[in-house]
């Protein structure tokens, strides 16, 4: 598995974890335009569910918001309800 299949998989996991008992949400891969316009709107929360293991081997991105995905069902309430959600 590659560096960014492994990055990707807890990001994954959370996205099924948050649609849990809900409509299932539209799924979609952005291309960087797309996220770059999305981000400087400021319509969007971006959630990053790494472990802090993986935050001090593999560092933090400026402006996503960790909630490590053991954490995530009793965090749920720090996850905006009127913002496009992008796990990255």
Do not use: C
């Not at 990001?11 to 770059?36: C, G, I, Y």
């Not at 490590?68 to 720090?78: F, I, K, V």
Request: proline content about 6%.
């Amino acid at each position: 598995m590659d560096r960014r299949t492994w990055i990707m998989a807890p990001f994954t996991a959370a996205a099924a974890l948050l649609a849990q008992d809900k409509p299932a949400a539209e799924e979609k891969k952005l291309s960087a335009d797309e996220l770059k316009d999305l981000l400087e709107k400021k319509d969007v929360f971006i959630l990053d569910v790494r472990e802090p293991k993986e935050l001090e081997e593999l560092g933090t991105i400026k402006g996503y918001v960790n909630i490590p995905l053991d954490q995530l069902e009793h965090r749920l309430s720090e996850v905006p309800k009127n913002k496009l959600i992008i796990t990255a």
